[in-house]
């Protein structure tokens, strides 16, 4: 059964286009992964320094296994110094 994310995720003042970069990397190897059935990243049009993401994964256990893979490792590592609080994740459920 497919499990949804949505992360909120905020770059201090200045450090939007820095904070893309590393995101756009982390989409970049997270597409890749067998599991990822979709890993969408937005900006915020009104506030430039906010990015979410839209995410599917195919089970708990692959996302589990997601969250230790080298490139979210080295996202945390990069983006902890431009971050503007700890990401906001919501799994959800698909009601329509």
Same mark, same amino acid.
Request: charged residues 20%; aromatic residues 6%; negative net charge.
């Given at each position: 059964?497919?499990?949804?994310?949505?992360?909120?995720?905020?770059?201090?003042?200045?450090? /939007?286009? @820095?904070?893309?970069?590393? $995101?756009?990397?982390?989409?970049?190897?997270? !597409?890749?992964? +067998? =599991?990822?059935?979709?890993?969408?990243?937005?900006?915020?049009?009104?506030?430039?320094?906010?990015?979410?993401?839209?995410?599917?994964? /195919?089970? @708990?256990?692959?996302?589990? $296994?997601?969250?230790?893979?080298?490139?979210? !490792?080295?996202? +945390? =590592?990069?983006?902890?110094?431009?971050?503007?609080?700890?990401?906001?994740?919501?799994?959800?459920?698909?009601?329509?």
């Amino acid at each position: 059964m497919s499990v949804y994310l949505t992360a909120i995720i905020k770059s201090t003042t200045g450090n /939007a286009e @820095q904070l893309k970069a590393i $995101l756009k990397t982390l989409v970049s190897g997270s !597409k890749n992964e +067998a =599991a990822c059935l979709q890993y969408d990243l937005h900006q915020s049009e009104e506030d430039p320094n906010l990015f979410i993401f839209h995410e599917e994964w /195919a089970s @708990q256990e692959e996302l589990d $296994l997601h969250n230790v893979t080298p490139h979210i !490792k080295k996202f +945390a =590592a990069d983006a902890a110094p431009i971050l503007d609080g700890a990401p906001i994740l919501h799994i959800t459920k698909r009601v329509a």
